[in-house]
């Protein structure tokens, strides 16, 4: 079965440095999303990607953050000048469509703000 | 704002004992419903989902869901569980047609003594 996968696993990063977390979706999905799970908390939707652009963002998407699509198979999510409370696992997810169509996830990227 | 509450943070049952976590939402339009479930060092897979029609939603590895729109609960059902079932479960909702982005609960976290 087609996966979502993430890449790093971990990512150690000190306060205020760039950090980019990648993920390559499935092959034939058209809708991309970025959600986040601060330990202990429920996971937060960031932000969704079709057609190019940002379809939808949450108020935690600030400018801190940007998605893009480099090519036809990655998807990004950079957050610049990292802060502590950036720490979280961040998942990435996919769909064929929207609404009903069930979104896929990957394994996640868990970053460490030192 | 769209909510989604998961009354049972932490489940221990023993092998073959009967599951029925709930999950009740919050939002005045049309939904779609969602149970996932990430096993220990995994990624969040579908368990089932309800869009529409019968409410009573058969999912893999033997999960059922009854969606009660009076309620607005979904929730989730094992006649028997084993083992295996260890994980956490996440209910989670869409606006059907407005919004791809998933509210999901705080999740349950499930352990199952052999």
């Known amino acids: 079965e087609p996966e979502v996968t993430q890449t790093p696993s971990h990512q150690v990063t000190q306060m205020g440095q760039e950090v980019i977390l990648r993920c390559v979706p499935i092959?034939?999905?058209?809708?991309f999303y970025w959600y986040r799970q601060i330990l202990g908390q429920k996971v937060e939707f960031l932000v969704s990607?079709?057609?190019?652009?940002?379809?939808?963002k949450s108020e935690i998407f600030d400018d801190q953050f940007s998605v893009e699509r480099p090519d036809g198979s990655n998807f990004t999510l950079k957050i610049r000048s990292t802060k502590l409370e950036d720490s979280a696992m961040y998942f990435c997810?996919?769909?064929?469509?929207?609404?009903?169509?069930?979104?896929?996830f990957g394994d996640g990227t868990r970053l460490s703000i030192l | 704002a769209q909510s989604v509450s998961q009354h049972n943070h932490h489940v221990i049952l023993s092998e073959a004992a009967s599951l029925e976590l709930g999950c009740n939402y919050s939002?005045?339009?049309?939904?779609?419903l969602f149970w996932y479930v990430q096993y220990p060092g995994q990624h969040l897979q579908l368990l089932l989902k309800?869009?529409?029609?019968?409410?009573l939603v058969k999912g893999i590895k033997g999960f059922e869901a009854e969606f009660i729109k009076s309620k607005f609960s979904f929730n989730l059902r094992k006649p028997s569980v084993q083992w295996s079932d260890t994980a956490e479960y996440f209910c989670?909702?869409?606006?059907?047609?407005?919004?791809?982005?998933?509210?999901f609960g705080t999740g349950t976290l499930l352990a199952v003594q052999p």
């Open positions: 989670a909702v869409n606006s059907r047609g407005a919004t791809n982005k998933l509210i």
């Open positions: 309800y869009f529409s029609g019968d409410p």
């Open positions: 997810a996919s769909s064929e469509g929207n609404g009903n169509q069930p979104q896929h």
């Open positions: 939002y005045g339009g049309t939904v779609n």
């Open positions: 092959s034939n999905h058209l809708y």
């Open positions: 990607f079709y057609n190019n652009e940002i379809s939808e």
